[in-house]
């Protein structure tokens, strides 16, 4: 069965790094799209990044060029980049796979920024 587990979440400040790491297991990986979303609460569920197969990447636009996405199919790894941290970050960070016509998804990371 395919798994993804995050990791790389925590409390950092305002201005702070943080990369989160998505482990895929039980899928060809390189051969899927993966992608990062985040929900905050009392919020829906929102992409943050996305990588192709063929390593196009695509960001949302409130991600203004802070945050890189990038995979090592090597690794069978995702990996989540983000620089110049703001509060309205915070979030719960998931991991998502389209595999096979449904959506997998890892169980979250939590990723806090205080002001």
């Known amino acids: 069965q395919v798994q993804l587990v995050e990791s790389g979440g925590g409390l950092v400040q305002s201005g702070g790094s943080l990369r989160l790491s998505c482990a895929a297991s039980?899928?060809?990986?390189?051969?899927?799209?993966m992608g990062w979303y985040r929900q905050a609460p009392g919020k829906q569920r929102e992409l943050v990044a996305s990588?192709?197969?063929?390593?196009?990447?695509s960001y949302a636009d409130f991600v203004k060029g802070r945050f890189t996405i990038s995979r090592d199919n090597a690794k069978n790894t995702v990996y989540l980049q983000m620089n110049s941290l703001k509060p309205e970050d915070t979030a719960v960070y998931y991991c998502?796979?389209?595999?096979?016509?449904?959506?997998?998804w890892g169980q979250g990371t939590q990723v806090t920024v205080s002001s």
């Open positions: 990588i192709l197969a063929d390593a196009r990447k």
């Open positions: 039980g899928m060809s990986f390189s051969s899927y799209s």
């Open positions: 998502n796979a389209p595999f096979r016509g449904h959506d997998v």
